[in-house]
């Protein structure tokens, strides 16, 4: 008899399961039951919705003040994208959600500007000083950015590629051709 595919693949798409104390490693050997209980632990490890909720706020108290990154944001309600920064994390970590991460809006969100690699290497940079100035749990938080410089580099995909259909020409580190 042929497991139930239902209840035998995790909630995830089981290629990338982010483990706090292994790093980044497939998860499609892992039980469901096994993946729920490691994104869970990394939920709890790195502070749960409090911590969340204090680093995009902080996240977005730096960009409000950051030349290179502020302008991109066409309206700079910092509280409103902190929030919807802090759901999107909630869902993939507290709910063990990661079609949130191909979220449609996400990638929209981006499509509307060309994003350089200075720009995303400032997102990382102040993303890191966020976690930084709360204290966070080192090994956590690093598992975390890691798993931010992937998805700093899908947002960034996502953007040159809504350039190329725009016309647009530019060189690899996204300044304009």
Partial sequence: ??????TSVPRHDGKVLLVADQGLQSGEGMSPTQVDRKVSDFWTGIGGAEFFQALTTRFYEL????????PLFAV?????HAARLNDHFRR??????LTAAW?????????HF?????????????????????NAAETHFTEFLTIMKIASGEMTAVSRGAALVRGERFHWVGTPA
């Fill in 63 to 70: 960009v409000a003040q950051d030349e290179l990154l502020s």
């Fill in 76 to 80: 700079p309600d910092w509280s409103r």
């Fill in 92 to 97: 993939i970590y507290g709910e063990n959600d």
């Fill in 103 to 111: 979220d449609p809006k996400m990638h929209q969100a981006h499509a």
């Fill in 114 to 134: 060309l994003i350089s690699r200075e720009q995303r290497m400032r997102w990382l940079a102040l993303m890191k000083e966020a976690g930084t100035q709360l």
């Fill in 1 to 6: 008899m042929s497991p139930n595919p239902a």
